[in-house]
């Protein structure tokens, strides 16, 4: 089947998306299959939807200040995006906002989109702080969609063990990072980064996360989404956290 924009369009409706709501799309275009028009036609159709609400699109460059082929300097113009398609093309766009988190940036277009990016680069101690666009998640009731690929994916849940302060979840090391933003002005800062790759644990959240009516399925074009409530997903993965902190990191956890 092609999809068309009015198929995607009515796709995020049958699923109760609302046209003011934020959205911030974790995204695979290969499994989203065949879209008349392309990657043009699924910006198009997002913007039109929740043209009262905010998209955004995670542009993380992680291997800034990890390794040294990548260097240790963030342009928020100019660092392409270390993951897929759609987040790098996204940022080009006309009226895209980007924060200037050195290593976890998003970029986010609609209702308020300054003031959801705004991160002081002088009061960034760490990969995904709290008080950043990652925490506004949380204020904002935000639906994170995952098209194409699971909760594995969730970055937000980075910015949850940070708030839930876990133990051991800084390389004691900072690490030194320039960043230029749009102005081109340039701040240098030292920044703590996370150990470890808790993120392939975040897939035994989803019993929990369906538990709590956090978590919800659906289809968008040919890929199988997966819709999370941040707030009511933040509020369980906490209570979790608090009752054992070393969730995400045990291992024997591995299966």
Excluded at 224 to 233: H, N, P, Q, V
């Amino acid at each position: 089947m092609k999809f068309t924009k009015e198929n995607l369009i009515q796709q995020f409706s049958d699923a109760g998306l609302k046209h003011n709501d934020t959205v911030l799309i974790h995204s695979s275009m290969k499994k989203i299959g065949d879209v008349n028009g392309g990657a043009e036609t699924v910006f198009s159709a997002f913007e039109e939807y929740f043209s009262e609400g905010l998209i955004a699109f995670p542009t993380l460059t992680w291997k800034i200040g990890l390794y040294p082929s990548a260097g240790n300097v963030y342009s928020v113009r100019d660092s392409a995006t270390d993951i897929s398609l759609l987040p790098e093309l996204f940022r080009h766009r006309s009226g895209v906002v980007r924060s200037l988190l050195p290593t976890h940036s998003l970029t986010a277009k609609g209702r308020d989109a300054e003031n959801f990016c705004h991160v002081e680069p002088t009061a960034i101690k760490s990969s995904l702080p709290w008080d950043s666009p990652w925490g506004r998640l949380y204020e904002r009731k935000a639906k994170i969609l995952f098209i194409g690929c699971t909760v594995q994916s969730c970055t937000f849940f980075h910015a949850v063990e940070e708030k839930a302060a876990v133990p051991g979840l800084f390389d004691p090391v900072a690490k030194h990072v320039k960043i230029i933003d749009y102005d081109g002005n340039e701040t240098e800062i030292d920044m703590y980064r996370h150990l470890g790759a808790h993120s392939k644990y975040y897939r035994l959240t989803e019993s929990l996360l369906f538990a709590e009516n956090a978590l919800e399925i659906t289809k968008i074009g040919a890929a199988k989404t997966y819709i999370l409530d941040a707030e009511k997903a933040c509020d369980a993965v906490l209570k979790l956290l608090k009752n054992n902190p070393q969730f995400f990191m045990d291992s024997y956890q591995e299966e």
